[in-house]
């Protein structure tokens, strides 16, 4: 073989290696690539299917108001449910009104209605969530005030689901494979008290981990309803003299009105329909604005807010429905005295409200028992 031919069958091993070196080369980096990406892929999915995600994720969707994702890491019902039962149990502990019979009568009524109000606290959550504020249920609600059987809006109130303030995490242990326990710092918001909530995450078929519990929820509800009933305590005896004395003026005016009212019973003259709005505008009205003012520069223990705010409710429902019926008294304005009825209904609820609180009451309007 002369020199030549030996040279060209040199260069093309040589480019043959060449040619292999860089094939190897190529599927070495493809191999290097894909367990790159696998070891991604495998750290990206152990980290959105662990429950540090969901607590992120959780926080974002409050954050943006993101209803769906919300739901997508937190089992509802499943926290609901059993809290629920908590809660009534909760509202019957002190009750010294029923007997045997009727508190098994009204327990059983509140297990039977158990799925109706689980699905309208998820409502009205699905709406916090959504506007930052608890709603109020329209009329045509089975939730609305006391259709249902109870009145729905105090029930919520006693959960104090409406108080709770989310503050941090605060830790986390890993139970088992699929549970796992976290510490929530929370705070009420009228008390100002600070609670460690602690929660269950469960991870789900899809390995999601979701929050599927409250577990320390009585302990919560015992911690917080005692200090509203001591602070409740505290500010019925401060203001029980200005309330005797305030009482004692309606009474004393609402006879005075009936003595006057009597007199025109039979088609009033003009006259006489002034003089009987002149003295709603000049001794009724200002009787409820004096109380309503005292009420507001009141100084209030922080767990008796929710009573004094009803308390101050149904003082500006009383001055509504006054005016409105001075107005249709005068004018003879069937339309303003209906409105003025409607408007003292909604301080009759109120006043209602006012003193199933001030009674601890574990059952509002029950089912007759015979």
């Known amino acids: 073989m002369n020199d030549d031919k030996w040279e060209q069958t040199i260069a093309k091993r040589r480019q043959a290696r060449y040619r292999e070196n860089k094939i190897g080369c190529f599927f070495i980096i493809i191999v290097l690539i894909a367990a790159l990406i696998g070891a991604g892929y495998y750290a990206y999915y152990n980290h959105t299917h662990s429950p540090e995600y969901t607590l992120k994720r959780l926080q974002t969707a409050f954050d943006e108001r993101d209803v769906e994702e919300i739901h997508k890491y937190v089992d509802l019902k499943s926290v609901l449910s059993p809290n629920y039962k908590v809660l009534c149990d909760d509202i019957f502990a002190h009750d010294t009104i029923y007997t045997e019979q009727e508190r ?59 108080n709770i303030n989310f503050k941090e995490v605060k830790s986390m242990e890993q139970i088992d494979d699929t549970h796992v326990a976290v510490v929530l710092a929370v705070m009420d918001k009228y008390t100002e008290t600070d609670f460690d909530l602690k929660v269950t995450l469960t991870k789900d078929e899809d390995n999601v981990w979701k929050v599927t519990g409250v577990d320390n929820y009585q302990e919560y509800l015992n911690t917080i309803s005692k200090l509203y009933h001591d602070d409740i305590t505290s500010y019925l005896s401060a203001t029980k003299a200005d309330l005797d004395r305030s009482n004692a003026r309606f009474g004393q005016l609402q006879s005075e009105f009936v003595i006057l009212a009597e007199g025109l019973k039979n088609n009033p003259s003009e006259s006489q329909r002034a003089l009987l709005k002149s003295y709603i505008e000049n ?65 009759m609820e109120t006043e209602q409200k006012v003193t199933d609180t001030i009674n601890n009451m574990p059952a509002l309007f029950m089912p007759t028992v015979d």
């Open 104 to 162: 098994n009568v009204y327990q059983t009524f509140y297990e039977i209605i158990e799925p109706i109000i689980t699905d309208g606290t998820i409502q009205s959550i699905n709406k916090y969530i959504q506007t930052g504020n608890w709603q109020r249920y329209n009329y045509n609600s089975m939730l609305k005030g006391r259709q249902l059987g109870i009145d729905y809006a105090e029930l919520i109130n006693r959960s104090l689901l409406f």
């Open 283 to 347: 001794k009724i009205i200002p009787a409820y604005q004096d109380w309503y003012n005292y009420l507001q520069n009141n100084q209030i223990p922080l767990g008796a807010r929710h009573l004094h705010e009803l308390r101050l409710e149904s003082a500006s429902y009383s001055i509504q429905a006054w005016k409105k019926y001075a107005d249709g008294i005068y004018k003879s304005d069937y339309k303003e005295l209906g409105e003025a009825e409607r408007i003292h209904n909604k301080a």
